[in-house]
Nanobody
Framework: QVQLVESGGGLVQPGGSLRLSCVASGSDFRLYTIGWYRQAPGKQRELIAR???????NYDEPVKGRFTISRDNAKSTVALQMNRLKPEDTAVYYC?????????WGNGTLVTVSS
């Protein structure tokens, strides 16, 4: 069973950057397309970016051009580089398999974009 641990969140001003990290335990990690999801207060969790086992990426429109997802299968990690952050990016961010999160959800990491 793959377990996921997200980190790297924090408080950042609008226009700033953060880099999130997802570390997975378990050898099956490399078999999954992995996505970053986020859940803003009062909203449903949504998939915003994904990377296939071979490194092909796809982004939801609100983050396209600002966020970059990448993975290192050797280290069982997936990163999300977030640039030009906006207040509407405030959310708890999670990683999981994509497009459906079938792995056990981690605790997520909170990103707050505010001046």
């Amino acid at each position: 069973q793959v377990q996921l641990v997200e980190s790297g969140g924090g408080l950042v001003q609008p226009g700033g950057s953060l880099r999130l990290s997802c570390v997975a335990s378990g050898s099956d990690f490399r078999l999954y397309t992995i996505g970053w999801y986020r859940q803003a207060p009062g909203k449903q969790r949504e998939l915003i970016a994904r990377v296939t086992t071979s490194g092909i990426t796809n982004y939801d429109e609100p983050v396209k051009g600002r966020f970059t997802i990448s993975r290192d299968n050797a280290k069982s990690t997936v990163a999300l580089q977030m640039n030009r952050l906006k207040p509407e990016d405030t959310a708890v961010y999670y990683c999981n398999s994509a497009p459906t999160g079938v792995l056990k959800w981690g605790n997520g990491t909170l990103v707050t974009v505010s001046s």
